[in-house]
């Protein structure tokens, strides 16, 4: 199986080009291929497939090899993907996902490589049933009852409360809000990550961004997400705290989400209802990946 490694702010995954071959046991193949020991090192695994409504497929499986719906790092790697290696000459290509067709500008640089990628990463997704998320795990289970998004609402976490925002981006985040003197580097996200993505709260379990407001146009971020635990970054977790910033009256429509591996600027364009990301895709090397043999 030839692969080529790409990251997107450091949320790096292992690429494989499905346009002419299938490749089997895919879920199996993610888990293999993402361990940092024993495999190629990633976060996860990306088919890039043909697409009846749309020029290219995405198909995303985290690092446990279970299946997620978007991508938002994924997504600009993919444009980088089939415009360097000439499945495309196209600077705008749609890209189906499992949450719908995404619209990609792809800026090339003077190489006539892409360096930077801009999604219109469509709706955010407010209303709870579809994140989804159970109200009659939130602490106001009563008074929730007739609201259409969950802002800043109180839940309790290994018997701690925390005020959480849920957003979807086509796959659910849950959004909490540190204080400006917790050192954010030290955060003990590894301990608490992998409680709120298994709280009954998220039935389908969820991605996680803590997120520390700077100014109205500056948020630091770290992510526990959903089958890959911490990653460097993510895009539509970028995406899910903007909006969620948003609401909670913290910041202006676009601002910068500062992550452990860079930055991505995301604009929630209110007329339109969408939102805009912008940032980075590298590819770091290719390989050939061997598969077990069936017996
Ligand atoms: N890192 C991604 C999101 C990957 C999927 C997520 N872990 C999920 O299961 O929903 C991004 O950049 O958006």
Not at 2 to 23: I, P, R
Request: hydrophobic share 35%.
């Amino acid at each position: 199986m030839k692969f080529t490694k790409m990251q997107g702010a450091g949320n790096d995954y292992v690429y494989v080009d499905c346009t002419q071959n299938e490749l089997k046991n895919v879920s199996e193949v993610a888990v293999a291929v993402s361990d940092r020991h024993f495999g190629i090192g990633s976060d996860g695994l990306i088919l890039i497939k043909k697409s009846d409504k749309a020029d290219f497929f995405m198909e995303m499986y985290n690092a446990d090899g279970s299946q997620g719906s978007m991508c938002g790092n994924g997504i600009r790697c993919v444009g980088k993907y089939v415009y360097d290696n000439g499945l495309t000459d196209k600077a705008e290509i749609t890209v189906e996902t499992l949450s719908g067709i995404k619209t990609l500008q792809l800026y090339p640089g003077s190489d006539g490589k892409v360096k930077t990628v801009r999604v219109n990463m469509g709706a955010p997704i407010l209303q709870p049933e579809q994140i989804p998320a159970d109200i009659h795990a939130f602490k106001n289970a009563e008074i929730l009852k007739n609201v259409d998004r969950l802002v800043a609402q109180p839940i309790s976490v290994d018997g701690k409360d925390y005020e959480v925002t849920c957003v979807s981006m086509g796959n659910p985040h849950a959004i909490v809000y540190l204080d400006k003197n917790v050192d954010l580097k030290a955060f003990e996200l590894e301990k608490i990550g992998p409680m709120f993505e298994n709280h009954p709260a998220f039935p389908d379990r969820v991605n996680t961004e803590f997120i520390q407001v700077c100014d109205s146009e500056n948020l630091n971020m770290r992510v526990w997400e959903r089958g890959s635990g911490e990653t460097f970054a993510c895009g539509t977790g970028a995406c899910a705290s903007l909006v969620a910033t948003v609401l909670n009256g913290l910041c202006n429509d676009t601002a910068t989400l500062h992550l452990l591996g860079g930055d991505l600027k995301i604009t929630w364009d209110k007329k339109e209802n969408t939102v805009y990301m912008e940032g980075p895709a590298e590819t770091v090397f290719t390989g050939e990946w061997l598969l077990k043999e069936e017996n």
